[in-house]
């Protein structure tokens, strides 16, 4: 089955078909830079454009850099204000025409590393981690994800921890991997005082750099692993929170329609109402 994956970021919005039995990409990506500012009408646009490349009438799945809770995003730290508490699924169903499933970016991040990548196959409580424009998490216990971890926004030194350790504040600053790392070191040993996860993994933006920074990472009992999907981890989560989304409604039509069935069954079943003839 093939989903439509498109990524929501702070600079860009990239979208391409997903196989989502083995999470692989069926055609190249489509990019197009995020609008300034993210306005929903901006961004629905361009949501509208990825979904036109591809010519796309069946389900899409679409990740957002913010809390999305029951297809309403309820914040906005790194996008336009209009999305604070905002009917967003609604919306871009209307805008695209396609039966769509918004799904916060982290976990998309997160369902994408626990179907394919580095938190495949791990039991226990696991945290995917995204470094980029802010810091996104994801909490999976046993492979299913706990929804709507807002961990960037721990406070550390009187500040959200995304607004020290994310990957823009390591460019904006200049700071060095090292440097870099004792911030985010700072980070996990907040997580792991409060939650004691099995496995970090590490992904968003500067996975693709793990090799120049993991050296420097360390917990107390924590492992700690790179992300495994790099840049396709927000596409190809947003396909597989679709494909779940598909399945139930594709199972609520079914029960529909078997209690349809049922009530057409009694219906049947009555005896022929009797009609009462006056006696002359
Ligand atoms: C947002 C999260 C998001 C993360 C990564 C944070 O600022 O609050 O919802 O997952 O950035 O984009």
Redesign the pocket.
Known sequence: MEILGIDI??SGIKGAPVDVSNGVLTAERFRIPTPNPSTPEAVGEVVVEIVRHFDWKKPVGCT?????QHGVTH????VDQGWVHFDAEHFLRQKTGCPLCLV????AAGLAEGAFGAAKDVPGVVMVL?F???????LLLDGKLVP?F?L??LEIRGK?A?KRA?DLVRTQKDLNWSKWATRVNEFLARLEMYFSPDLFVIG?GVSKNYAKFGGYLHTERAKIAPAQLLNEAGIVGAAMAAKEMAAHEMAAHELAAHELAAKDLVIAELPPKKVAVKKK
């Not at 914040?75 to 790194?78: D, H, I, L």
């Open positions: 970021g702070g957002f850099p913010a809390i999305v914040s906005a730290a790194n916060n970016d982290a976990d995204t980029g424009t802010g810091i996104g998490s994801a709507n807002e960037g926004h959200d995304e994310s968003g």
